[in-house]
Protein backbone atom coordinates (compact mmCIF):
# COMPACT_ATOMS: atom_id res chain seq x y z
CA UNK A 1 0.00 0.00 0.00
CA UNK A 2 2.70 2.40 0.77
CA UNK A 3 4.40 2.18 -2.90
CA UNK A 4 1.24 2.08 -3.83
CA UNK A 5 0.84 5.74 -2.25
CA UNK A 6 4.59 6.65 -3.20
CA UNK A 7 3.94 6.13 -6.82
CA UNK A 8 0.72 8.58 -6.81
CA UNK A 9 2.07 11.04 -5.31
CA UNK A 10 4.87 11.00 -7.05
CA UNK A 11 2.98 10.78 -10.35
CA UNK A 12 0.55 13.60 -8.77
CA UNK A 13 3.69 15.98 -8.28
CA UNK A 14 4.96 15.50 -12.06
CA UNK A 15 1.47 16.57 -12.95
CA UNK A 16 1.59 19.37 -10.88
CA UNK A 17 5.14 20.30 -12.19
CA UNK A 18 3.77 19.62 -15.82
CA UNK A 19 0.74 22.04 -15.22
CA UNK A 20 3.03 24.59 -13.62
CA UNK A 21 5.48 25.06 -16.40
CA UNK A 22 2.75 25.01 -18.74
CA UNK A 23 1.09 28.07 -17.47
CA UNK A 24 4.36 30.21 -17.09
CA UNK A 25 5.02 29.82 -21.04
CA UNK A 26 5.26 32.80 -22.79
CA UNK A 27 3.70 33.63 -26.22
CA UNK A 28 5.95 33.23 -29.05
CA UNK A 29 6.36 34.99 -32.48
CA UNK A 30 8.00 32.71 -35.40
CA UNK A 31 9.18 30.51 -32.69
CA UNK A 32 10.72 33.46 -30.64
CA UNK A 33 9.43 33.53 -26.75
CA UNK A 34 8.48 36.88 -26.15
CA UNK A 35 10.30 36.89 -23.45
CA UNK A 36 13.58 38.90 -21.79
CA UNK A 37 15.02 42.28 -22.22
CA UNK A 38 15.33 44.37 -25.83
CA UNK A 39 18.46 43.34 -26.74
CA UNK A 40 18.38 39.59 -26.66
CA UNK A 41 14.78 39.91 -28.42
CA UNK A 42 16.65 41.27 -31.16
CA UNK A 43 19.40 39.02 -31.61
CA UNK A 44 16.89 36.08 -31.61
CA UNK A 45 14.78 38.31 -34.66
CA UNK A 46 18.01 39.29 -36.22
CA UNK A 47 18.53 35.11 -36.28
CA UNK A 48 15.39 35.24 -38.51
CA UNK A 49 16.92 37.29 -41.22
CA UNK A 50 14.88 40.58 -39.80
CA UNK A 51 17.21 43.65 -40.43
CA UNK A 52 17.16 46.79 -38.17
CA UNK A 53 15.38 50.02 -39.47
CA UNK A 54 15.09 53.13 -36.82
CA UNK A 55 13.31 51.87 -34.40
CA UNK A 56 11.66 48.66 -35.96
CA UNK A 57 12.97 45.63 -38.20
CA UNK A 58 12.38 44.33 -42.12
CA UNK A 59 11.80 40.95 -42.93
CA UNK A 60 9.20 38.45 -43.82
CA UNK A 61 6.56 37.07 -42.07
CA UNK A 62 3.50 34.64 -43.52
CA UNK A 63 5.73 35.31 -47.24
CA UNK A 64 5.33 39.28 -47.23
CA UNK A 65 7.15 41.83 -46.28
CA UNK A 66 6.59 43.56 -43.53
CA UNK A 67 7.87 46.17 -40.53
CA UNK A 68 7.69 44.60 -36.77
CA UNK A 69 7.90 46.78 -33.53
CA UNK A 70 9.12 45.67 -30.29
CA UNK A 71 7.42 46.72 -27.21
CA UNK A 72 8.97 46.64 -23.50
CA UNK A 73 6.75 46.87 -20.58
CA UNK A 74 8.39 49.95 -18.82
CA UNK A 75 7.32 48.02 -15.24
CA UNK A 76 8.67 44.20 -15.83
CA UNK A 77 11.76 45.68 -18.85
CA UNK A 78 10.60 42.58 -20.26
CA UNK A 79 9.58 42.49 -24.44
CA UNK A 80 5.89 42.18 -23.80
CA UNK A 81 4.12 43.13 -27.59
CA UNK A 82 5.44 43.10 -31.09
CA UNK A 83 3.46 44.42 -33.78
CA UNK A 84 3.71 43.18 -37.18
CA UNK A 85 2.45 45.53 -40.28
CA UNK A 86 2.90 45.45 -43.66
CA UNK A 87 0.91 47.05 -46.73
CA UNK A 88 0.43 47.94 -49.93
CA UNK A 89 3.33 50.82 -50.11
CA UNK A 90 5.71 48.73 -48.70
CA UNK A 91 4.98 44.88 -50.07
CA UNK A 92 3.67 46.44 -53.83
CA UNK A 93 0.89 44.11 -53.48
CA UNK A 94 -2.30 45.04 -54.51
CA UNK A 95 -5.48 45.60 -52.55
CA UNK A 96 -6.96 42.14 -53.26
CA UNK A 97 -3.81 40.59 -52.67
CA UNK A 98 -3.85 42.67 -48.89
CA UNK A 99 -7.14 41.08 -48.14
CA UNK A 100 -6.54 37.50 -49.22
CA UNK A 101 -3.40 37.88 -47.12
CA UNK A 102 -5.93 38.33 -44.42
CA UNK A 103 -8.14 36.26 -45.18
CA UNK A 104 -5.18 33.62 -45.24
CA UNK A 105 -3.86 34.66 -42.37
CA UNK A 106 -7.41 34.45 -40.32
CA UNK A 107 -7.47 30.67 -41.61
CA UNK A 108 -4.34 29.74 -40.80
CA UNK A 109 -4.41 31.06 -36.94
CA UNK A 110 -8.09 29.19 -36.89
CA UNK A 111 -6.48 26.27 -37.75
CA UNK A 112 -3.42 26.68 -35.90
CA UNK A 113 -5.31 27.33 -32.38
CA UNK A 114 -9.13 25.86 -32.73
CA UNK A 115 -11.74 28.11 -33.96
CA UNK A 116 -13.02 27.75 -29.92
CA UNK A 117 -10.28 29.98 -29.16
CA UNK A 118 -10.59 32.54 -32.31
CA UNK A 119 -13.70 35.68 -32.71
CA UNK A 120 -13.74 37.96 -36.11
CA UNK A 121 -15.42 40.95 -35.34
CA UNK A 122 -16.31 42.56 -38.52
CA UNK A 123 -12.41 43.14 -39.59
CA UNK A 124 -10.71 42.34 -36.07
CA UNK A 125 -9.82 39.21 -35.24
CA UNK A 126 -8.41 37.43 -32.11
CA UNK A 127 -6.95 34.82 -30.46
CA UNK A 128 -7.29 34.44 -26.49
CA UNK A 129 -4.66 31.90 -25.43
CA UNK A 130 -3.68 31.12 -21.67
CA UNK A 131 -0.42 32.70 -21.98
CA UNK A 132 -1.33 35.91 -24.14
CA UNK A 133 -3.37 37.24 -27.22
CA UNK A 134 -3.24 37.75 -31.23
CA UNK A 135 -5.12 40.13 -33.28
CA UNK A 136 -5.30 40.67 -36.66
CA UNK A 137 -6.64 43.43 -38.32
CA UNK A 138 -7.41 45.30 -41.74
CA UNK A 139 -7.80 48.64 -42.51
CA UNK A 140 -7.92 50.97 -45.52
CA UNK A 141 -6.40 54.02 -45.76
CA UNK A 142 -5.73 55.82 -48.88
CA UNK A 143 -2.93 54.77 -50.91
CA UNK A 144 -0.60 58.02 -50.48
CA UNK A 145 -1.04 57.12 -46.85
CA UNK A 146 0.10 53.38 -47.53
CA UNK A 147 -2.82 51.79 -48.58
CA UNK A 148 -4.90 48.73 -47.59
CA UNK A 149 -2.81 47.52 -44.49
CA UNK A 150 -2.64 44.36 -41.95
CA UNK A 151 -1.44 44.73 -38.41
CA UNK A 152 -0.80 41.51 -36.35
CA UNK A 153 -0.07 42.39 -32.29
CA UNK A 154 1.42 39.36 -30.43
CA UNK A 155 0.92 40.54 -26.59
CA UNK A 156 2.34 38.09 -24.00
CA UNK A 157 0.06 38.22 -20.31
CA UNK A 158 3.00 37.72 -18.69
CA UNK A 159 5.54 40.07 -19.34
CA UNK A 160 2.64 42.96 -19.61
CA UNK A 161 2.01 44.94 -16.73
CA UNK A 162 -2.00 46.35 -17.34
CA UNK A 163 -3.07 42.76 -19.24
CA UNK A 164 -6.32 43.66 -20.76
CA UNK A 165 -7.95 41.54 -23.83
CA UNK A 166 -9.03 43.96 -26.23
CA UNK A 167 -12.89 43.76 -27.08
CA UNK A 168 -13.61 44.51 -30.27
CA UNK A 169 -17.69 45.74 -31.29
CA UNK A 170 -19.00 45.51 -34.69
CA UNK A 171 -19.81 48.34 -36.40
CA UNK A 172 -23.34 48.18 -36.06
CA UNK A 173 -23.19 48.59 -32.73
CA UNK A 174 -22.55 52.38 -32.93
CA UNK A 175 -25.83 53.10 -34.29
Known sequence: MKQFQRFLYSILFIVFCSISSLAQNHLEFMQISIDG???????????KDFSKS??????????????????????????????????????????????NKFRGLIKDYSTKYGKTKCKLIDNNFIVTLPNGYITCQIFWPPISLGGTRVEINYVDKANTTDYTIPSFKKASEDL
Open 37 to 47: DLDSFEEKLLE
Open 54 to 99: YHSYLGFFYKTLCSVSVKVDPTTEKVHKISINFCQGTTNLTKNEIE
